[in-house]
T-cell receptor
Framework: GDSVTQMEGPVTLSEEAFLTINCTYT??????LFWYVQYPGEGLQLLLK?????DKGSNKGFEATYRKETTSFHLEKGSVQVSDSAVYFC???????????FGKGTKLSVKP | DGGITQSPKYLFRKEGQNVTLSCEQN?????MYWYRQDPGQGLRLIYY???????QKGDIAEGYSVSREKKESFPLTVTSAQKNPTAFYLC????????????FGEGSWLTVV
């Protein structure tokens, strides 16, 4: 079945460091891909998405490119801030019902 | 403001009791979902509904029940049959169809005491 694998955390970075969180997927067809962010004690918020191969999603300085050849959707940011500290989830849209399949999440901590 | 409202935020349940988590949305979405979140395990789908009076089991439906009597509402009951109900529960909604963004509520913490 469809699945998502993302790098395990926690990831600890200093402010202004470069961030990469790896995400790979297994799916039939051409699913949409998503990154969600969860701040402590809150629900999930959509960070960015891409719906077809070679699409680049971007938001708030974060970017991810849908790579069909490597089945990947890695999240990147050039310069992280303390306020980026959160848990990040990679997800794919599975099947006709629109449900999402999530990775296990990667906790990011950014130190001043 | 449009959004998804979950209540209560925190709930304590004694063993053997059923509890119901409320979820209301005013986004005019046809599809609604319930996910369970445990530390280090990501989110797992409990139930989903694409239309009023119809719903389907997700990956971990055992010990849970839902109803969808109104488009705006999708309550989740955690029954006494659920062996390990302590978790963070997230309600979500979306437009029906693949690739659409799913929007989440703020979540409800359930603790068994």
């Amino acid at each position: 079945g469809d699945s998502v694998t993302q790098m395990e955390g926690p990831v600890t970075l200093s402010e202004e460091a470069f961030l990469t969180i790896n995400c790979t997927y297994t799916a039939t067809g051409y699913p949409s891909l998503f990154w969600y962010v969860q701040y402590p004690g809150e629900g999930l918020q959509l960070l960015l998405k891409a719906t077809k191969a070679d699409d680049k999603g971007s938001n708030k300085g974060f970017e991810a490119t849908y790579r069909k050849e490597t089945t990947s959707f890695h999240l990147e940011k050039g310069s992280v801030q303390v306020s980026d500290s959160a848990v990040y989830f990679c997800a794919l849209g599975s099947g006709s019902q629109g449900n999402l399949i999530f990775g296990k999440g990667t906790k990011l901590s950014v130190k001043p | 403001d449009g959004g998804i409202t979950q209540s209560p935020k925190y709930l304590f349940r004694k063993e053997g009791q059923n509890v119901t988590l409320s979820c209301e949305q005013n986004l005019n979405h046809d599809a609604m979902y319930w996910y369970r979140q445990d530390p280090g395990q990501g989110l797992r789908l409990i139930y989903y509904s694409q239309i009023v009076n119809d719903f389907q089991k997700g990956d971990i439906a055992e010990g849970y029940s839902v109803s969808r009597e109104k488009k705006e509402s999708f309550p989740l009951t955690v029954t006494s049959a659920q062996k390990n109900p302590t978790a963070f529960y997230l309600c979500a909604s979306s437009i029906v169809g693949p690739g659409n963004t799913i929007y989440f509520g703020e979540g409800s913490w359930l603790t068994v005491v």
